[in-house]
């Protein structure tokens, strides 16, 4: 038998010794506040660093060296010798941090499929709250992407007083119906026995800086270690379970995706169907008499194309036949087609806008892809040639919802997630090569407690600054339907 050639060799040993690095994914989830962030930056030895909500997720990749035997490292001095001459498993894990927020929560899912492990901090202070830990860890577990899944739950915020030791959360919990055939949920009172593991619930304090437990060794403390040494022992069965469940999701996703243009599309040839039965008599693009009036009367041309060009029929069309809910409310400041009605008849920049453009009855390019909406928006202006995006609400199921749908106008689109709180996710369509932020007019009322605050996003259409002046036009936008989930990272 001839020898392996040297880069065959190389990468056996690489993979025969565990040393090359293996990339594991464990999702760090639990109610807001609990102290996720908390417990990853202490990974990360920066426990220093103060935390707030998080409002979607952060992710952390961490080198970890894993002992040969984590579960008899502690006590067995003979082990300890044996597995220091052994070289440590070198894993690679990335820790996805997402908020726990309940209006977050529904984007929990959209990462089982990924996810190795999971693990699960509780606030165990907080005794009021922990049937509402107990319901959503027992939903995540529910779920069959995540069913049986290595599950490692830190019983935090130990220092509070009243906290709940792990024994008693082992009793609220509730999730022993949970445990797989022939693997066990152990408490820290009893050291875990690494192949019948399966949960483990470990108290700590998270938020307390230790100089004498840098990341590693807190990870090792809190049983972190041995999860991860679980994880490994799985893989084989663990590993093509996570690729069938990512490649069953993004088929899923990209139905949802094509559907969503369908609709739009159907939306889109309904809208101009519409616009020709109203555009009565002959086609505007060929009247020379239209022409003429245009050329001759500026006030005319301002009230008159404005009944035609779509503006005002967008607006009638959105409400009555919007596939998705289209909320054209007044919060929507300068996104309705209400505000641009108003706006063209009464604001000085129309004239001038219109006496510019002969674009705006005579719409110059891809008329039939692209509905053309042509009002500028005096107050967003960056340029004064620039005609702004209008905007419009629309709702979809969560963030992820519509952080990176395809943009359904053929084009790059700007999406901006609206929060409570105010601040915005500058999140940009995968169709987006290049693209010109709007600036985003702030919603002026508050949301209303039927719209979820991760329901509501505002699209931008595109503006391209160095293409001429009718491609950059805004565009009239179309509806967009609650779209594929992602995994974009989101600030927090
Ligand atoms: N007393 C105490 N406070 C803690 C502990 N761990 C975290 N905290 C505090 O709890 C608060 C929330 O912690 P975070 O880590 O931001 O919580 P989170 O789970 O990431 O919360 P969301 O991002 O809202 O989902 C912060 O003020 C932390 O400093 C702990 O062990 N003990
Ligand atoms: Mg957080």
Redesign the pocket.
């Known amino acids: 038998m001839s020898p392996p050639c040297q880069g065959c060799f190389t990468f056996l040993k690489l993979t025969r010794l565990g040393r090359r690095p293996r990339r594991l994914v464990v999702l760090v989830l639990?109610?807001?506040?609990?102290?996720?962030?908390?417990?990853?930056?202490r990974l990360q030895g920066d426990p220093n660093q103060?935390?707030?909500?998080?409002?979607g997720f952060t992710t952390a990749t961490v080198p970890f060296d894993l002992p040969k035997n984590v579960r008899e490292s502690a006590d067995d001095d003979q082990n300890k010798k044996r597995s220091k001459k052994q070289k440590p498993d070198r894993v690679t894990v990335t820790l996805y941090?997402?908020?726990?927020?309940v209006k977050?929560r529904p984007i929990w899912k959209n990462y089982y499929a990924e996810a190795h492990a999971c693990i699960y901090?509780i606030?165990s202070?907080n005794r009021e709250r922990i049937s509402e830990a107990s319901e959503a860890l027992n939903e995540v577990y529910q779920d069959p992407r995540m069913k049986g899944k290595p599950l490692l739950i830190l019983a935090?915020?130990?220092?509070?007083t009243n906290a709940l030791t792990p024994a008693e959360l082992f009793e609220t919990l509730k999730i022993q119906h949970l445990v797989p055939e022939n693997k066990t949920l152990v408490t820290d009172t009893v050291n875990p026995d690494i192949d019948g593991w399966w949960a483990s619930i470990k108290p700590?304090?998270?938020?307390?800086p230790d100089p004498d437990l840098d990341g590693s060794a807190f990870a090792s403390e809190m049983h972190i270690l041995p999860l991860f040494r679980v994880i490994l022992n799985s893989l084989s069965t663990l590993e093509p379970r996570c690729r069938k469940d990512v490649e069953e999701q993004q088929e899923e996703w990209d139905k949802d995706r094509m559907e969503q243009r369908k609709r739009v599309d159907d939306y889109r040839q309904e809208q101009e169907k519409k616009e020709k039965a109203k555009t009565k008599g002959p086609d505007i693009v060929g009247s020379k008499e239209l022409h003429k009036e245009v050329e001759t009367s500026p006030v005319g041309f301002n009230d008159e194309p404005d009944q035609k060009n779509g503006a005002t029929e967008v607006k009638g069309e959105s409400k009555s036949t919007a596939p998705t809910a289209i909320n054209d409310g007044p919060q929507q400041k300068g996104t309705s087609s209400e505000a641009v009605t108003e706006h063209s008849a009464s604001h000085p920049a129309t004239t001038l806008f219109g006496a510019k453009s002969k674009n705006r009855i005579y719409p110059v390019s891809d008329s039939t892809e692209h509905h053309v909406q042509e009002t500028p928006s005096e107050t967003s202006a960056k340029r004064s040639n620039t005609v702004h995006p209008e905007a419009i609400l629309v709702e979809s199921a969560s963030t992820a919802g519509i952080q990176h749908p395809p943009s359904p106008f053929g084009v790059p689109v700007t999406i901006e997630n609206i929060h409570t709180d105010g601040h915005a996710d500058g999140e940009q369509s995968p169709q987006a090569p290049r693209f010109t932020l709007g600036s985003v007019p702030p919603i002026s009322s508050p949301l209303t407690s039927s719209e979820s605050t991760f329901g509501r996003a505002r699209i931008l259409a595109p503006l391209d600054e160095s293409a001429p002046m009718h491609t950059a036009k805004p565009r009239v936008l179309a509806p967009l339907a609650t779209t594929a989930p992602t995994s974009g990272a989101l600030r927090?």
């Open positions: 639990g109610l807001d506040g609990a102290g996720k962030t908390s417990v990853l930056l103060a935390t707030k909500t998080s409002w941090d997402i908020g726990g927020d977050i901090v606030d202070g935090n915020k130990q220092d509070a700590c304090i998270a938020n307390v927090s």
